[in-house]
């Protein structure tokens, strides 16, 4: 067996599992709190991707340069993406709040053609070149043919943004807002706790960590356009459900396990059948497990 | 005494039927106030009303603060209504099952506190004092209820009596100055019943609270209240001191039925 070849498929696998889990805790965390599934998340991805492809731009113009770009790139793409976040809900979500669940996943399919419309029209339907914003760092120069720095740089940020969120969760107001909310949110509201305000920071943080996924990813491979949100939502979407859906580290797990069956099926099988691979794995764990690997079946009231 | 909480001609329909037909009730400051009747005659959905679960179809929900201005309160949102002051505990036990039993007061804690997402993520000096200070109250309400030793313990983990003196702390917490219980001894045994009857008058003399309670233990509800108002088929049929409701033909028929259709 190729050792070589096998870490560098396990690598690849951790690449693309933490990037799907960025975007699948966006999912997750909206879907715990509001039941609601949010199809546009994708497209906060692909928004996010957009405004650091022309913020890169715009600075490389202005002279600035290399990790700069990079940091700068992301702090404008997340705000914007955040902004975006909590205009889709108040217009596309809170107003169908108490109206039967099939309403809002209409209402978020609509947003999601509507936003990927919008960009190919103000953008263009052509693939974009996105600049390489990750350097390759010279420490890394002896592995780089197993794990490239873009691949480091991705494993950490997204690393560093899962500890972040859990810490978020576990210590502070608004994480204990989230949960409360989460599990009861009438009591929440009785209580004290500003619903609507939590479910838009939900949406915040959820539409930040997809933009942070969207600025890493365009750098890692390349090129960009309006289409790249539907793919990635929909791998999201699985890794969510695969993981458990409103469980946050389900997602991280289901991400994971999406990210190295699909490295290995590609590098193993061929990358034809990728895509095969990941869905059967949901078919596969949904028949075995139907609430995920971390889900927990839910007792229905009747 | 000043009026706490004034409710006139409370009226709630669901569809064709009339949950609650203009019911009055009026809680002054240091009262235990009980609403009683049989089941189904529309107590819970009057408090449903009075916290903002529901909005009423008519009436006037008011509440009066001490030291602020009074306020109609129909149709707020209940994080709103909580915030003016008034608290509730639920028929059935609602707590967040898998948060501690700290977290769950300190929930309620923090509709007190000023601290938003920005703080949150600096952590500040104000932010790191006001959690303390949150923690702190937190652990002196859960003292007072008897559970600080199982602070750290997850709330679906407690024994049931145990849950029921947490959500009352949980709605202690928020500062309020009228304490809605919806049940308190619903389920419990005798020995805890005359605990939580202890506990619920130590909360009015100690806390500066007054208490509007739903109870069907007619014990209890004897013991402890003040003023007494009976529900039936949503209708308000009597009210006065347990003495007067004691001896009130009316709530007796209510409760026992009439001869004739036994």
Redesign the interface.
């Known amino acids: 067996m190729d050792w070589a070849y096998f870490v560098e498929l396990l690598c690849s696998g951790l690449v693309r599992g933490s990037i799907y889990a960025l975007i699948a805790l966006g999912y997750t965390m909206v879907y715990g709190i509001i039941q609601l599934i949010n199809f546009a998340h994708g497209e906060i991805y692909m928004i996010g991707a957009f405004v650091a492809l022309i913020v890169s731009g715009a600075l490389t113009i202005y002279g600035f340069s290399g990790v700069s770009i990079l940091v700068l790139a992301a702090l404008i793409a997340a705000v914007y993406a955040a902004a975006y976040g909590i205009t889709l809900e108040r217009i596309a979500y809170r107003p169908l709040r108490g109206a039967p669940r099939l309403s809002p996943l209409i209402s978020a399919i609509g947003a999601s053609l509507f936003l990927q419309n919008y960009v190919l029209l103000a953008q263009t339907p052509d693939f974009l070149p996105f600049p390489a914003l990750i350097p390759d760092f010279e420490f890394m120069e002896p592995i780089a043919h197993i794990v490239g720095s873009p691949e480091l740089v991705i494993l950490v940020v997204t690393t560093l943004t899962m500890i972040g969120l859990t810490v978020l969760i576990k210590h502070t107001k608004i994480g204990k807002a989230m949960r409360a909310t989460q599990q009861d949110m009438i009591m929440a509201r009785l209580t004290g706790v500003n619903v609507d305000r939590v479910i838009s920071v939900t949406f915040v943080i959820g539409s930040v960590l997809a933009a942070i996924g969207g600025v890493l990813v365009g750098s890692y491979i390349g090129q960009i356009n309006f289409y790249i949100g539907f793919m990635v939502g929909v791998k999201a979407f699985t890794a969510a459900v695969l993981g458990g859906i409103g469980n946050i580290p389900g997602a991280v797990i289901g991400a994971l396990v999406l990210g190295l069956t699909e490295a290995f099926a590609a590098g193993y099988v061929s990358s034809a059948y990728e895509d095969v691979f990941a869905f059967g794995l949901l078919v596969l764990i949904l028949i075995v497990r139907p609430a995920g690997i971390l889900g927990k079946a839910v007792k229905q009231k009747v | 005494m000043s009026v706490l909480l004034e409710v006139k001609g409370l009226t709630m329909d669901f569809g064709g039927l009339r949950a609650v037909d203009s019911v009055g009730l009026e809680v002054r400051q240091g009262e235990i106030v009980a609403l009683i009747g049989p089941n189904g005659a529309g107590k819970t959905t009057f408090f449903n009303c009075v916290?903002?679960?529901y909005t009423p179809t008519g009436g006037d929900v008011l509440v009066h603060p001490p030291g602020k201005k009074t306020r109609r309160i129909n149709g707020l949102?209940?994080?709103v209504i909580?915030?003016t002051g008034m608290?509730?505990t639920?028929q059935n036990i609602?707590?967040?099952?898998?948060?501690t039993v700290l977290?769950n007061v300190?929930?309620?804690r923090?509709?007190?506190?000023t601290?938003?997402?920005i703080g949150?993520?600096l952590r500040g000096k104000r932010t790191r004092a006001q959690?303390r200070e949150t923690i702190e109250k937190s652990y002196r309400l859960l003292e007072k209820v008897g559970l600080a030793e199982l602070a750290g313990e997850f709330a679906n983990n407690l024994p049931y009596g145990a849950q029921r003196r947490l959500e009352i702390a949980?709605?202690m917490?928020?500062d309020p100055f009228l304490l809605l219980l919806d049940e308190p001894a619903a389920g419990m045994n005798p020995q805890e019943t005359h605990e939580l009857d202890a506990l619920i008058v130590r909360i009015r003399n100690e806390g500066n609270m007054s208490i509007l309670l739903i109870e069907h233990d007619m014990k209890l509800v004897m013991n402890i209240s003040d003023r007494i108002y009976v529900m039936e088929y949503g209708k308000e049929i009597a009210k006065g001191t347990p003495q007067e409701i004691r001896n009130n033909p009316k709530v007796i028929e209510a409760y026992l039925g009439e001869e004739v259709h036994a």
């Not at chain 2, 923090?110 to 506190?113: F, G």
């Open positions: 916290t903002g679960i949102k209940p994080n909580t915030t608290a509730r639920f609602r707590l967040f099952p898998n948060m977290e300190m929930i309620g923090h509709c007190r506190t601290t938003n997402i949150a993520v959690e949980r709605a917490a928020t």
